[in-house]
């Protein structure tokens, strides 16, 4: 649901820049929006100012200050709350911006050690060292990129969008290496190509409006049905030879996806059911880019010798970029957000830390350092988020993100 203010003289709004946001949902409430006349707003806001609520009327949506949160469980309709502590409030908005925004350097280069050190390999003829990197993990951590991708568009917030884009970029290029060495499956390979390429047009031409709203709403379907068939797939087969071969995980979740999109587009589903089908698919985005560092963790314990086939210039600067985003998931109430870079932190950049200082391939000196600037950073985002807000406890924070209150 795209949303906008209207501001008119000497009417107090929303004092604070809001987040340019919407719902993740593709099955948004129908809301018709139009430019109210200046008469028209003011008489309603005579009538109704009293009672501070947001007024809804066919001609017209009219916001007032929100007192309370809404509940951030689905990441819909997230934004910062201004409690009136403009000057700290605004320059803590500003600079979580510019954090997401430099996020973008260690993400541009992310992966460029990894595929150094993949080209080396493979130009010395050494292919089973790319056997340390999972080509499942690498996939799911691919989907995951080109489906949130589509959510932060939808939201508006430019700098994420970058740094999924070259995330969608990084990767495509480490699955191609992992082809050429023979560790992924070509058929597997050629689908994800046409859908990486299909994704990457279709979420350009949506974000600079070119795209006929039909045609958005059926890759929105799409990745929907794909995110929920292959989550739980790509889950199971991890885990193979350990726990038996089989598609029937995937099968399932694609013939519920299937129905469940069926029944809502022919107007089948309840307003419920819309809802858990939006907060579902955005939350199985988030959870496919999460399920790539359990992946790589896994075969790291199963393969202990490969471990030296991962590049820890590339595991750090996994950590430094999703920890730059942290702040500004914090900051606009995102919990599918903060939990999606919260985790690639702990677990994809500092869980292969540890794993690379249990091997003896990186110095204790290094391991330390990047554990205490890491842990100093959260430390730091959430104290400060609670001290603009005017909270006493930094926990407030991450409450009022979870529960909206």
Not at 115 to 143: H, Q, Y
Not at 223 to 251: C, D, E, K, N
Request: positive net charge; contains cysteine.
């Amino acid at each position: 649901m795209e949303a906008s203010l209207f501001s008119v003289d000497k009417v107090p709004l929303h004092n604070y820049r809001p987040s340019h946001c919407c719902s993740f949902t593709m099955y948004p409430k129908k809301l018709e929006l139009f430019v109210c006349t200046e008469s028209h707003f003011r008489r309603i806001v005579n009538d109704e100012l009293h009672s501070k609520k947001t007024i809804f009327s066919r001609q017209s949506v009219c916001c007032y200050r929100l007192k309370k949160p809404v509940s951030a469980l689905s990441s819909d309709d997230t934004h910062p709350i201004n409690q009136g502590l403009s000057q700290s409030f605004d320059q803590w908005d500003s600079l979580t911006a510019k954090f997401a925004a430099a996020a973008n350097l260690p993400f541009l280069l992310l992966q460029l050690p990894q595929i150094i050190l993949n080209t080396r390999n493979l130009l010395a003829g050494n292919k089973s060292a790319l056997l340390a990197i999972p080509w499942l993990g690498m996939l799911t951590g691919l989907l995951g990129n080109i489906s949130l991708l589509s959510y932060f568009i939808k939201k508006r917030e430019t700098e994420a969008v970058v740094v999924q884009m070259l995330g969608v970029i990084s990767m495509y290029v480490v699955i191609l290496q992992l082809v050429i060495a023979g560790a992924m499956p070509l058929p597997h390979f050629i689908v994800t190509s046409i859908v990486i390429a299909s994704g990457l047009v279709l979420n350009f031409m949506r974000y600079f409006h070119l795209l006929d709203g039909e045609i958005w709403h059926f890759w929105e379907e799409f990745i929907t049905i794909g995110g929920l068939s292959a989550l739980p797939q790509v889950m199971w087969s991890t885990f193979v030879p350990y726990i038996p071969h089989t598609v029937l995980p995937g099968f399932i979740a694609f013939s519920t996806a299937v129905v469940a999109v069926f029944l809502a587009r022919m107007g089948k589903l309840s307003e419920k059911g819309i809802g858990i089908l939006g907060f579902v698919s955005g939350w199985t985005a988030t959870l496919l880019f999460m399920w790539m560092p359990v992946s790589q963790m896994w075969t790291n314990i199963l393969n202990p010798e490969n471990v030296k086939g991962l590049s820890a210039v590339s595991m750090l600067l996994a950590m430094i970029g999703n920890g730059l985003l942290i702040p500004r998931a914090l900051f606009i109430r995102d919990l599918m957000w903060f939990t999606g870079s919260t985790w690639s932190c702990v677990f994809y950049g500092w869980g292969n830390l540890i794993c690379l200082y249990c091997f003896n391939n990186i110095s204790r000196e290094f391991f330390l350092a990047s554990s205490f600037g890491f842990l100093a950073w959260i430390g730091i985002t959430v104290w400060r988020d609670a001290k603009v807000h005017g909270y006493n406890s930094p926990f407030s924070s991450l409450k009022e993100m979870i529960f909206g209150h």
